[in-house]
């Protein structure tokens, strides 16, 4: 910050000082490099992003709540570890998968930096999606068992085309479950 007295709910980065940041949050769970030559004024030269990303999930899986003692951060996931396609441009640089009951503040999500680290949300929480995957399972009901043991999203796209006897795309992943 500019100073460190100047948090609270003023959004868009208001008090950032650009040049001693090496990440910034934007939306409810990414982190993105501040990127010499990919942001306005991007610091982190590319030859150190590997560094500073590790640098970062390590601090990020050892942030505790201060009342309980239990881990606030339980996955930190690489976009390009996890995800397929041709869009990685567009993506966060890593995203934070918090543990239940732990999110990124509203006011976060937007480019403010409230003043507590970690506070008691006081507001209902429907359709969050900072939860890590593992803590968010789907459920796929059907009358045909499935011969996939664990099937994932993708599988489901396999299967409709499959059903449907439409040819699959190229490139696409995924398994049709019967």
């Known amino acids: 910050l500019d100073d460190p007295a100047n948090t609270g709910d003023q959004e868009l980065f208001a008090h950032v ?10 939306g409810l769970n ?25 640098k970062l999930t390590d601090r990020l899986r050892s942030v505790r709540d201060p009342k309980t003692g ?3 951060v339980d996955t930190v996931y ?3 570890d ?4 041709n869009a990685f441009e567009y993506a966060p640089d890593l995203i934070v998968g918090f543990r239940p009951g732990y ?12 003043r507590l680290t970690i506070e008691d949300n006081t507001e209902a929480w429907i359709a ?5 995957a593992k803590y968010v399972p789907g459920v796929l009901f059907t ?11 993708v599988d489901l796209t396999a299967t409709i085309l499959k059903e449907f006897s439409l040819p699959s795309a190229a490139g696409m992943i995924g398994q049709p479950i019967f």
């Open 103 to 114: 999110r990124a503040s509203w006011q976060t999500a937007l480019g403010a930096i409230p």
């Open 78 to 80: 690489v976009p390009l």
């Open 82 to 85: 996890v995800f397929h396609g």
């Open 17 to 26: 000082d650009w040049p001693r940041t090496q990440a910034y949050a934007l």
């Open 128 to 132: 969050d999606h900072c939860t890590a």
């Open 30 to 54: 990414g982190l993105y490099l501040n990127l010499a030559g990919r942001e306005p004024a991007g610091i982190v030269p590319e030859a150190d992003g590997q560094a500073v990303l590790k």
């Open 70 to 72: 239990e881990t606030v």
């Open 143 to 153: 009358n045909r068992r499935s011969r996939v043991a664990e099937p994932q999203l």
